[in-house]
C-alpha cells in the first residue's frame, strides 16, 4: 500500500519560505496572493494492512515535528 | 570528569567541542551515533555542530532518532548535563529533553558571523562563570537558529529562569531574542552560538571558555 504524508507548518508558525514564494509571485506580476505556506509531502510504501496506528506513529515519532508541524495522511 | 562528544555522520563541531572541554582539563572521549551505551562515568554530554545525517527531514529529527539519543535522554534523566550546541541544540529538542523548535531564519539566509549575546539564568553551570546580564560575543552559524515555542512555553521558561543566552541584536527572529536555553533542572544547555569556536586565543575571542572553564570547576566540586 501507498500512503502520503502531509506535513505542514502549523497555523501561527511563521513560514518564512512560503512569504519568500509569496514576494516572489507578486514581483511576477500575479496579484492577490495573500498568503502563502510551504509544506511536505512524504510518500511511503508500506506493507499490506499497516495500521493507521502505526502511521500514526511514524509521523509523530519522525515524520513531522509536532511542536510546529501538523500532519494528515492519506492512502493513495 | 569525563565528556563524551557525540559524532553523527555531517557532524562538524565534533572536534573542535572535545578540543574545548580538554582544553578546560577534561577527559574526552568521542562516542559513535550507532553506539549503545555512553562510556562509564561521563560527566557530560556534548552534541556538537553541524549537519547531522544533511539536515534531511528537519535539521537534527534523524538524529535525535540515532540510537545513542536513547542514552543521552537517559542520562539527561539521571540528572547528568548534556551541552548540545547549533546542531545540537536542533537535536536536543527533536529529542523533547528542551522544548521548542529551531525554524528556519527568519531572513531566510544562513548566518555565520559573530553576534552579541547577553548571559542570564546566572544560575546554571553553563552560565555561572559569566553572571547574569553580561554581555560577550561569541559565532552563531546556522540557517535554521530561530528559536519557536508557543506562548505559554516561552512565559514558563522565562518564569523559571531558564533563558540562558540572549541576543543583544536578534539575528535569526527567535522569539524574545532567544539563543539558549536550559532545562527544568538547568543541567542540559542548548544554545544556536558557538562556544567552543571561541575559546582559545587562535581564535579572536575567548569569550566562550569560560562556559567550559565554569562547567569543569563546578563539575568537580558537584
Not at chain 2, 47 to 62: K, N, T, W
Not at chain 2, 152 to 159: F, M, N, P, R, V
Not at chain 2, 176 to 189: F, P
Request: glycine share 12%.
Amino acid at each position: 500500500m501507498k500512503v502520503r504524508v502531509h506535513v505542514m507548518l502549523k497555523q501561527g508558525v511563521l513560514d518564512p519560505q512560503g512569504e519568500a514564494v509569496r514576494h516572489a509571485l507578486g514581483a511576477l506580476g500575479f496579484d492577490g496572493v495573500s498568503g502563502v505556506r510551504q509544506g511536505k509531502v512524504i510518500e511511503l510504501e508500506l506493507a499490506d494492512g499497516t495500521s493507521d496506528e502505526t502511521i500514526t506513529e511514524m509521523c509523530e515519532k519522525l515524520l513531522a515535528n509536532t511542536v510546529i508541524e501538523s500532519y494528515r495522511f492519506e492512502t493513495i | 570528569m569525563k565528556a563524551a562528544v557525540i559524532v553523527f555522520p555531517g557532524s562538524n563541531c565534533d572536534r573542535d567541542m572535545a578540543r574545548a572541554f580538554a582544553q578546560a582539563g577534561l577527559e574526552v572521549e568521542m562516542v559513535w551515533h550507532k553506539d549503545t551505551a555512553l562510556p562509564a562515568g561521563v560527566d557530560i554530554v556534548g552534541v556538537p555542530g553541524g549537519f547531522s545525517f544533511g539536515d534531511y527531514l528537519r535539521c537534527g529529527a534523524i538524529a535525535a532518532n540515532a540510537p545513542i539519543c536513547a542514552e543521552v535522554k537517559a542520562h539527561a534523566d539521571r540528572g547528568g548535563y548534556v551541552l548540545g550546541v547549533c546542531n545540537g541544540f536542533q537535536v536536543l529538542t527533536e529529542t523533547g529533553l528542551l522544548p521548542g523548535a529551531l525554524l528556519r531564519n527568519a531572513g531566510l539566509k544562513y548566518i555565520c558571523r559573530t553576534i552579541g549575546l547577553r548571559t542570564e539564568a546566572a544560575d546554571s553551570v553553563y552560565t555561572q562563570g559569566y553572571g547574569a546580564g553580561t554581555e560577550i560575543a561569541l559565532p552563531i552559524a546556522h540557517h535554521d537558529g530561530n528559536y519557536f515555542a508557543d506562548d505559554a512555553t516561552l512565559d514558563a521558561l522565562e518564569g523559571e529562569g531558564r533563558v540562558a543566552f540572549r541576543y543583544t541584536d536578534n539575528p535569526n527572529g527567535s522569539a524574545r531574542d532567544i539563543a539558549g536555553i536550559v532545562s527544568a533542572n538547568k543541567r542540559v544547555l542548548g544554545m544556536m552560538p558557538h562556544p567552543e569556536r571561541a575559546s582559545e586565543a587562535a581564535h579572536g575571542n575567548e569569550d566562550g571558555a569560560r562556559l567550559f572553564a565554569h562547567l569543569t570547576s563546578a563539575l568537580a566540586t558537584a
